[in-house]
């Protein structure tokens, strides 16, 4: 019976993680096109909203933390973090590569229609294939092969029929360097899940749920910190306060 109640808990847990990345993945592009559209154009700005929201994971965190207060022995000891400082310093790696991918995703954005930077991030999938294949020894399946295969021939048509789907007064130069910055960041993304589970197999450590959530609020933290570094580098708050301070005059 416990292992039953488990195993649903854990079957609820995915279930709202899914529903929740899948709102992201198809809000998160929409909002970004929509601000620069409307005239944003401060990218290291977009690319730090991508992971700034990352304290509310501090929320199933501390919500696991409770979980053990009351089912736990007494006797062991309950810790609010429970990741090791070799798991924490690949976190902080990660971190550091999601937050330039962050930075690829968002010039990308800010160059292409929404529909196409989707496809072509979309492509991830393939390159996640290889690097999965490369790193943590998974093998090709038929269906790796043929999402490998449709995903390139997509982003092959694309790339011969960019200039059906420009943007007005979009300039060749841009609209192409937004092209490979997208995909770029497709590569980047890619790389980084197969690093994810290296990591948690060469961790020596249980991978519980609540472990899981500390990894990803770390990578995030510390992606939001080079965002940060690179809004700083380039006087966006500077300029978030100026614009902030003329609409209040207004």
Avoid at 51 to 66: F, K, N, Q
Avoid at 167 to 173: D, K, L
Wanted: aromatic share 12%; net charge positive; hydrophobic share 50%.
């Amino acid at each position: 019976m416990m292992h039953f109640v488990n195993l649903t808990k854990r079957k609820a847990l995915l279930v709202i993680n899914c529903i929740i990345l899948a709102i992201g993945n198809c809000g998160g592009p929409l909002i970004a096109r929509l601000y620069f559209i409307n005239g944003g154009n401060r990218i290291w700005f977009s690319s730090w909203l991508e992971t700034a929201g990352c304290p509310i994971i501090l929320l199933p965190i501390a919500c696991a933390y409770m979980h053990r207060s009351r089912t736990v022995d007494p006797t062991s000891e309950n810790k609010f973090f429970y990741m090791e400082r070799p798991l924490f310093l690949a976190a902080v790696v990660l971190g550091i590569i999601t937050g330039l991918d962050n930075y690829l995703y968002a010039y990308g954005l800010s160059r292409l229609p929404v529909s196409t930077a989707s496809l072509i991030i979309a492509s991830q999938l393939a390159f996640t294939a290889v690097f999965a294949f490369l790193l943590v020894k998974q093998k090709f399946t038929a269906y790796s092969i043929n999402a490998v295969f449709l995903l390139s021939i997509g982003a092959g048509l694309l790339a011969l029929h960019s200039s059906s789907d420009r943007p007005a007064n979009e300039p060749n130069r841009e609209y192409i360097l937004g092209f490979v910055m997208t995909l770029a960041a497709a590569v980047f993304y890619a790389f980084i899940m197969p690093l994810v589970e290296l990591t948690f197999k060469k961790a020596k450590q249980e991978i519980s749920y609540a472990l899981v959530m500390e990894i990803q609020l770390v990578m995030c933290f510390v992606a939001t910190v080079v965002c940060t570094v690179g809004m700083l580098a380039n006087n966006d708050f500077n300029v978030c306060f100026l614009v902030s301070s003329y609409r209040t005059g207004e």
